[in-house]
């Protein structure tokens, strides 16, 4: 087809005159094209080049020091943008690499886009052990939304296209885009070339509800004695914040917010649930999911967390469901009033036609505001003990202060105990700054999480982050120095996962579940230039907290925190398979 392209050029100029671009530069321009503009990235063959220009062209190209990293951030760049975060990696072993990113982008819904050079086709497809030989486009096919390749230059423009397409539209996801390196420098008339270029029109077009389903689902929550709206991060990446807001305050139920759509509305918010989670799952009899899937961390939406007698029976509520996936519904739980759209169309309907609705039943928001209130009394008074050694809600009490002074810093955590705590104490104020392990719980989108939302946002960074959970991502803390950028790291360190107190039966080595005893991971920091402090005290913490914020360098917090304080995998131990057989 580039031969085609050559031949279809304007025969008003010689053939040696023309202008001539190549697959560099249409992928640039393609990029460009469509607003990509920052690419998280590793360099290398095939693609080591392609950076530089890309770079010289005016895009951001963000160099990491390992593909996973630079793909997590291209996926959370997807969430808090709508727009597909791009990656970019070189052949197999950097493909794979990054293909954990791109597999957690499509089961979070992300939009992300992998972009990896592959080595020769006709040697890869003849197995003939090219360097870095593999068939990529094989391999990401089952783990993501879409994976295309582009063997032609004039096709570059088609293929970003449909990519930007497949990971933005519907479902958002990861998609694969495979480019074997003989693309690069193939050469097509710069005029054909351009005009071959898409620039994507709607990329994520309205999905409008059906008028009988809005109408259900207005029935279903206007039966509802005890209603309960549950915010999901699919309601955070819709971006239709001021809807979501009318829809809930109208409605007067409570509601609450999955980990990341805290903030959504304020978590201090007078109908905010999150103080009584257990209660309003158990008591709802309507629930209506907006941008929540009924999976694990709902409880599959059955069993006693929803007032079902046993572990997996139905608790008898009904449920209304928001989402843009039409085959979510009835995944765990039967779904009465399904209502498929995007978010911010169905909120948009349901607001449109909602007309007078009174207010929840005395009786049921009562309920509710007591057991908030409980709960908050008997987290004040733990969070105001100040033990030695500093505990998990001593350090947290402190971060959960600096957050509220600073509701538009990007809020980054990961971990078990560093997670769970951490979400339970750290309020929110705003939508989508609270980012984390989503999904899977998956270690390791720390550092990326922070450069991603430093770049995105262009405000501080804080993150919470476990030491174990920490370390699946720390060298990226030269990318942090390296870009100069407001990120403030808290290593919850406990010396270990989940506890640092485990020893080995036999005496041999050190439990799977220990790291070395008071390790030190504020001189990482310091290698690199950026600031690492040490604090064994809240008040240490504070002042840390404070000057990082002040000064804007990057710096790394090591919060000595007592290795007894953690419970076995935080929240979740349930999850933990017990042994059939006893010793
Ligand atoms: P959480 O973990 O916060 O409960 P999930 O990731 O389980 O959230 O669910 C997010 C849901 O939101 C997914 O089912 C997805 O299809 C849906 N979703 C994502 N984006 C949109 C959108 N723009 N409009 C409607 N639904 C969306
Ligand atoms: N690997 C990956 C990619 N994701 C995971 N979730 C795990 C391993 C298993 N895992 C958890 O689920 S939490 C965790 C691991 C290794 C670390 C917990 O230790 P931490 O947090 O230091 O980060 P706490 O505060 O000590 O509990
Ligand atoms: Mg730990």
Redesign the pocket.
Known sequence: MAEAALKESPASAPEDERELTDGFHLIIDALKLNGLTTIYGVPGIPITDFGRMAQASGIRVLSFRHEQNAGYAASIAGFLTKKPGVCLTVSAPGFLNGLTALAHATTNCFPMILISGSSEREIVDLQQGDYEEMDQLAIAKPLCKAAFRVLHAADIGIGLARAIRAAVSGRPGGVYLDLPAKLFGQVMDAEAGTKSLVKVIDAAPAQIPAPDAVKRALDVLKGAKRPLIILGKGAAYAQADDAIRALVEKSGAPFLPMSMAKGLLSDLHPQCAGAARSTVLKDADVVMLIGARLNWLLSHGKGKTWGGKGHKDWGGQKFIQLDISPQEADSNVRIDAPLVGDIGSCVAALLKEIGSVSKPPAEWLNAVAEKKKGNVAKMTETLAKNPTPMNFHSALNVVRDIVKANPDAMFVN?????LDFTRSIVDMYKPRKRIDVGTW????VGMGYCVAAAVVSGQQVIAVE????FG?SGMEVETVCRYDLPVCIVV?N?N????GTDQDPTGRDPAPTVFVKGARYDRLMEAFGGVGVNAATPAELRKAMEEAIRSKKPTLINAVIDETA?TE??RITSLNPTAGKKK
């Open positions: 990961e971990g078990a105990n560093a719980g998956i270690m390791g476990g030491d174990s959970a699946f919850m406990n270990g996962v989940y506890k953690g995998s935080g």
